[in-house]
């Protein structure tokens, strides 16, 4: 793996975990009603935590291509703001060169949220 894709893709992954996570709390904060109701039927706490485990698999999907977007757009406002996108122009990077780790990465988070749609989201709903 290139020194360029390693600092790309450490610098996206700080981004993403982040991104992901805050929507994760966010989206989970929003389905307080549900947990309330679960709650006032008299569920106790182990099965509680198995609901809110088996939401997020409905989030995913929601989450992580909002979070890859957010980390893209913020990825490259980091690196032209600090000069370093101009650098690597110069250096006689492509625009194709700097973009690829970014959208081979972006192919395996699609992979990963067809799998959380087609069977986390199925089995989940099973459970």
């Given at each position: 793996?290139?020194?360029?894709?390693?600092?790309?893709?450490t610098q996206y992954f700080k981004i993403f975990s982040i991104s992901l996570s805050g929507f994760l709390i966010l989206l989970l904060v929003t389905r307080m009603e549900?947990?309330?109701?679960?709650?006032?039927?008299?569920?106790s706490p182990s099965?509680?935590?198995?609901?809110?485990?088996?939401?997020?698999?409905?989030?995913?999907?929601?989450?992580?291509?909002?979070?890859?977007?957010?980390?893209?757009?913020?990825?490259?406002?980091?690196?032209s703001h600090s000069s370093e996108l101009t650098a690597l122009r110069a250096a006689g990077f492509s625009l194709k060169a700097i973009l690829f780790p970014l959208l081979l990465t972006s192919y395996f988070?699609?992979?990963?949220?067809?799998?959380?749609?087609?069977?986390?989201?199925?089995s989940s709903h099973l459970n």
């Open positions: 793996m290139p020194i360029l894709w390693r600092y790309l893709l549900e947990t309330a109701q679960i709650l006032a039927l008299g569920a099965q509680m935590g198995l609901f809110l485990f088996f939401q997020i698999s409905y989030i995913l999907p929601i989450a992580i291509p909002i979070s890859s977007l957010i980390s893209t757009v913020l990825l490259f406002k980091n690196i988070l699609f992979l990963l949220n067809l799998f959380a749609v087609s069977e986390m989201a199925t």
